[in-house]
């Protein structure tokens, strides 16, 4: 068995978008996927686009894909890596794929020289969080998430002009 990752281009942008609502799917989000080809080719590939995009493939068949962009650490006085999603389909789980894609992310973080490789996970998600605790990452606990989005972010934002 051979496990490739390669950066995705924008012909893998349908490919991309099969992953995103498989893996809202197994989140128990599937209504929550927003994205269409249009958009997500121009977020991912466009000018300008902050973030990056991987593919896994196994024997040359594509299993999965990683979404990740560089973040600032002010305490740190350097660039993090921040990984957005990392999806690999249930059939290739368990042979190597999702561990060669945050090895592959890691070596990114190291040779841009970040201070930190970080991401999320669902606090229900026990098999993501067995594994990744079993790689050496420490889950975060003192710090909480916060999100402003849809119809109470534009109201923030239209607050400050008042």
């Given amino acids: 068995m051979s496990i490739t990752i390669r ?9 991309i978008l099969h992953f995103i609502r498989e893996l809202a799917i197994y989140e128990k989000a599937e209504d929550q996927v927003e994205a269409t080809p249009e ?11 902050p973030s990056r995009a991987l593919i896994c493939e196994q024997d040359g068949q594509a299993v ?9 650490s002010t305490w740190q006085a350097r660039k993090g890596l921040y990984l957005e999603d990392l999806f690999v389909l249930p059939a290739a789980r ?3 794929a999702g561990k060669r894609l945050l090895q592959h992310l890691a070596g990114i973080a190291v040779a841009e020289g970040c201070g930190r ?6 606090d229900w998600n026990q098999p993501a969080i ?3 605790q079993s790689i050496g ?3 975060q606990s003192e710090w909480v998430r916060y999100r402003l989005h849809g119809q109470a972010l534009h109201d923030f934002a239209a607050s400050a002009s008042r």
Avoid at 40 to 48: H, K, Q
């Fill in 7 to 15: 950066n995705a281009s924008r012909d893998d942008t349908a490919l």
């Fill in 39 to 49: 958009t997500l080719a121009a977020s991912l590939f466009g000018p300008g686009s």
């Fill in 64 to 72: 999965g894909f990683a979404v990740y962009f560089f973040n600032y």
């Fill in 94 to 96: 368990g042979q190597g």
């Fill in 117 to 122: 490789f970080e991401w999320s996970v669902l």
């Fill in 130 to 132: 067995d594994f990744y």
């Fill in 137 to 139: 990452a420490k889950p």
